[in-house]
C-alpha cells in the first residue's frame, strides 16, 4: 500500500468513528465526547474512561488505545485487522466501547 493509500483509508476510518459518535450520541443518551485532533481521535466516556485511536504514518496502522491495552491495525485489503489476534478494527473499537461506557455502543466501517 502506498502512502498515499494508506491515509486515504485510514482517513475514512476516522470519518467513520466520528460519524458514529455523533450518530450515538444523537439516537442514545450515551453523551460521548470525541475530540480530533490531526491524525488521533480521543473519545471521553461519562465516566471519565477514553479510548484514543491515532494514525501511525510510517507504519501504515492505525493504533487503538483502551483501558484492555493497546491495539495496532493494518488494512488487510479488506479491513483494518489486529496484526496479532486479527480481530477488525470496528468490532473491537464497538467492544471496547462497550466496555467502557457499560452499555452497547456499536461502530462501524460505513
Not at 491495552?69 to 470496528?90: C, I, S
Request: net charge negative; glycine share 10%.
Amino acid at each position: 500500500m502506498t502512502d498515499l493509500e494508506y491515509m486515504d483509508r485510514a482517513e475514512k476510518a476516522l470519518e467513520s468513528i466520528e460519524r458514529w459518535c455523533d450518530q450515538l450520541n444523537d439516537e442514545t443518551d450515551a453523551d460521548l465526547d470525541n475530540q480530533r485532533v490531526g491524525g488521533m481521535i480521543t473519545i471521553t466516556f461519562v465516566n471519565g474512561s477514553q479510548l484514543v485511536v491515532n494514525l501511525q504514518k510510517p507504519l501504515h496502522e492505525i493504533w487503538l488505545a483502551a483501558r484492555s491495552g493497546g491495539y495496532h491495525y493494518r488494512f488487510d485489503g479488506q479491513a483494518w485487522v489486529d496484526t496479532k489476534t486479527g480481530q477488525e478494527f470496528f468490532g473491537q473499537l464497538s467492544r471496547e466501547a462497550t466496555a467502557q461506557a457499560g452499555r452497547a455502543l456499536p461502530f462501524g466501517a460505513g
